[in-house]
């Protein structure tokens, strides 16, 4: 087989590639269904993706691109997230709601911010110190940081979270909520959501694609850069340019890189979808825990669908070298859930486990460098590397498709 160009991966990057295209493609996909972890399970009266998906635009004209052919309601949500801190719940973000800790704590994170001092780039936790004080980082930033990631926050480079860095609060602008009692907005203050949830967009960019050009159930098995041979489970393709969706350390192995893999690390994700026989008092859409509990967020599916029964994610960051005992876990899960009040009397009756495995890359100095590196041998010979896998940074979905319209249209 021949093509122009060879996209690897059905995901959203891959998808939108293949859509945006005006040139002749194959596209490439392991599983037998596209879609990658946007996909979405609907049984017995829940709808659950593979965990949570909701779509933040900053760009109407890629929110109008999506949801043209989605043909079913799409639901406007007003974010309603918090953070559960010793048994109470906290509006998100913690530091622009520290008025509402106990007294001695706010003052020790009044203190903290009023002696910031120069900003320490040296690590991803010496940044967050230096922005925002000792005691923010200390009751919320750093420990829930480090049950997502599932490392120690010194390894991680300064600028992990780009764009999604939590805002230094002023103490003007503290004093300012304070007194009008206004919620804090964040960079994600609404979202939209398909009521059957995230695969519909992908099923709206499948319907902009030629069907004929996917082959699924197909794997890669090596990639001869130099040459541009795939070669795959279906045969080799020749290929004049690749567009790589896959995990970057993945695409490297694949195409003999001689590049220490083991200094391109990421975490897992375990995820439980649970479904209860009755509903629930909490209003959350989705609640932060940066304490002692195994999962570090939980999301609430019944608030923002509107349904009578409670329907959770629950979100368990582990290191890709842990062993996962799925009964043990959830056991460990339903004790949580009851000691922090999410479930009382509640019975579960229908369960979904999923693991995400790469979840969140860890971006440290040297894996930007070895991207940058591999970019700046291959760009100039149309070979990529996109998405948030395949660049192996820290993107929304709506950040692929910006740097994927980028792409074609340089291509």
């Known amino acids: 087989m021949k093509t122009d160009v060879l996209i690897v991966g059905g995901g959203m990057t891959g998808l939108s590639f293949a859509s945006f295209t005006d040139k002749d493609y194959i596209l490439l996909e392991k599983d037998s269904e596209l879609g990658g972890y946007c ?13 949570g998906h909701f779509f933040h635009f900053n760009h109407e004209d890629i929110k109008n691109y999506l949801i043209e052919n989605i043909d079913c309601e799409i639901l406007k949500v007003d974010k309603i997230s918090n953070i559960y801190y010793k048994g109470q719940y906290i509006d998100f973000p913690f530091q622009s709601n520290i008025d509402q800790l106990p007294k001695d704590e706010f003052i020790e994170c009044l203190h903290d911010i009023y002696h910031l001092k120069e900003k320490d780039t040296s690590s991803f936790k010496s940044y967050v110190k230096s922005n925002l004080g000792d005691a923010i980082c200390d ?19 300064s600028n992990s979270m780009g764009r999604f860095f939590p805002k230094t609060p002023s103490l003007g ?18 979202f939209i959501y398909p009521v059957k949830g995230s695969f519909e967009f992908v099923k709206s960019l499948i319907k902009r694609i030629d069907e004929s050009k996917v082959l699924t159930n197909t794997e890669l098995i090596s990639v001869d850069l130099k040459n541009k041979i795939a070669k795959t489970s279906k045969g080799d393709i020749q290929f004049n340019s690749l567009v790589s969706t896959i995990p970057f350390d993945k695409l490297l192995k694949l195409s003999n890189n001689k590049v220490n893999l083991q200094k391109l690390s990421s975490n897992k994700v375990a995820v439980f979808n649970l479904g209860f026989n009755k509903g629930s008092d909490l209003k959350s859409h989705w609640t932060y825990f940066p304490g002692n509990e195994v999962f570090y967020r939980v999301g609430f599916y019944n608030n923002i669908l509107g349904q009578d029964k409670l329907s959770l994610y629950v979100e368990i960051g582990l290191k890709t070298t ?16 009851h000691k922090c009040g999410v479930i009382k009397n509640h019975t579960l009756v229908d369960r979904e486990f999923i693991v995400m495995n790469p979840a969140y890359v860890h971006i440290t100095e040297e894996s930007n460098q070895i991207y940058k590196e591999w970019c700046e041998e291959n760009n100039p010979n149309g070979i990529f590397s996109i998405g948030r896998y395949g660049s192996w940074t820290y993107f929304s979905i709506e950040d692929n498709i910006v740097q994927v319209k980028t792409l074609t249209n340089k291509l």
């Open 39 to 51: 996909k979405t399970i609907i049984r017995n009266g829940f709808v659950w993706d593979y965990s």
């Open 139 to 157: 009751k919320f930033v750093i420990p829930y940081n480090e049950k997502l990631y599932a490392c120690d926050l010194d390894l991680l480079d």
């Open 173 to 190: 602008d503290l004093l300012k909520k304070m007194k009008s009692n206004e919620k804090v907005k964040s960079y994600n203050d609404s």
């Open 322 to 337: 842990d062993i996962i005992n799925e009964q043990e876990l959830l056991d460990k899960v339903l004790i949580d859930l």
